[in-house]
């Protein structure tokens, strides 16, 4: 499964930004999928997740009530709905497949490019 960001940039401390992940390869709609975030000399995290017909979602609690993270099937796509940004947000976003409802750990050894997001002020 091949994996790309897009959507990041530069937006104030308060705004809001819509990043999207797209894959190819038929397999999509059996993965749950997740965002992840990594900041230079720091783990990459887990942001938000999503299963796999997208009714079931959850999130890191530093994103909980802020980000929304949204799949469609058919496009083959996943997208975060990040408002209310913090400084903290700032990072390079990634997606990759998680095995399950509530797993925070990627199931991809490879990653995308990532898109970076950056939060001033």
């Known amino acids: 499964v091949f994996l790309s960001e897009s959507g990041g940039g530069l937006v104030q401390a308060g705004g809001s930004l819509r990043i999207a992940c797209g894959t190819s390869?038929?397999?999509?709609?059996?993965?749950?999928m997740a965002w992840f975030r990594q900041t230079p000399g720091k783990e990459r995290e887990f942001v938000a997740g999503?299963?796999?017909?997208?009714?079931?979602?959850w999130y890191a609690d530093t994103v909980k009530g802020r980000f929304t993270i949204s799949r469609d099937n058919d496009k083959k796509t996943v997208t975060l709905q990040m408002s209310d940004l913090k400084s903290e947000d700032t990072a390079a976003y990634y997606c990759?497949?998680?095995?399950?409802?509530?797993?925070?750990?990627?199931?991809?050894?490879?990653w995308g490019q990532g898109t970076q997001v950056t939060v001033s002020g």
């Open positions: 999503i299963t796999t017909n997208g009714e079931g979602t």
């Open positions: 390869g038929g397999a999509f709609p059996w993965y749950a």
């Open positions: 990759n497949a998680v095995s399950g409802w509530h797993v925070t750990t990627p199931s991809f050894s490879w």
